[in-house]
Nanobody
Framework: EVQLKESGGGLVQPGGSLELSCQPS????????MAWFRQAPGKEREGVAA???????TYADDVKGRFTISKDHAKNMLVLRMDSLNSEDEAMYYC???????????????????WGQGTQVTVSS
C-alpha cells in the first residue's frame, strides 16, 4: 500500500475554485493510478476523477468541464483543480491509489487499495 496525504481543502463560495493536492510516499506518482473520491454526509463514497499510469483521465458526469485531475511530477503530487463549485460539491474528498495500470473500474472505490485521510471541502456563502 501507498501512504497518501491530502491537502488543500477549505471553505469556498459558490462559483469559486479550489485546488486539492495528494502526495504519495515511497512511490512516484508516475507509477500509480490515482483518483479522487468524495463522500457527503449520509451518502455513499463516489468517484470524482481518476488518472491512470499513462495519464489517461476520466471524470464523473457531474464534474466534467469543471474539475481537472493531473499529476505534478516535479512535486510528486496528484492535483484536483475544481472550478464553478456548488453546494453539491461539498464533501470530504479522498485521494486513492493503486500501483498498476488500470483498464477498468477507474471510479470504483473497490479498485483502489490505498487511501488518504481526506480533506473537507465546504461550499458556502
Amino acid at each position: 500500500e501507498v501512504q497518501l496525504k491530502e491537502s488543500g481543502g477549505g471553505l469556498v463560495q459558490p462559483g469559486g475554485s479550489l485546488e486539492l493536492s495528494c502526495q504519495p510516499s515511497e512511490f512516484p506518482a508516475s507509477s500509480l493510478s490515482m483518483a479522487w473520491f468524495r463522500q457527503a454526509p449520509g451518502k455513499e463514497r463516489e468517484g470524482v476523477a481518476a488518472i491512470n499510469v499513462n495519464e489517461y483521465s476520466t471524470y464523473a458526469d457531474d464534474v466534467k468541464g469543471r474539475f481537472t485531475i493531473s499529476k505534478d511530477h516535479a512535486k510528486n503530487m496528484l492535483v484536483l483543480r475544481m472550478d464553478s463549485l456548488n453546494s453539491e460539491d461539498e464533501a470530504m474528498y479522498y485521494c486513492a491509489a493503486v500501483s498498476w495500470r488500470l483498464i477498468t473500474g477507474f471510479l470504483k472505490a473497490s479498485t483502489y487499495n490505498s487511501w488518504g485521510q481526506g480533506t473537507q471541502v465546504t461550499v458556502s456563502s
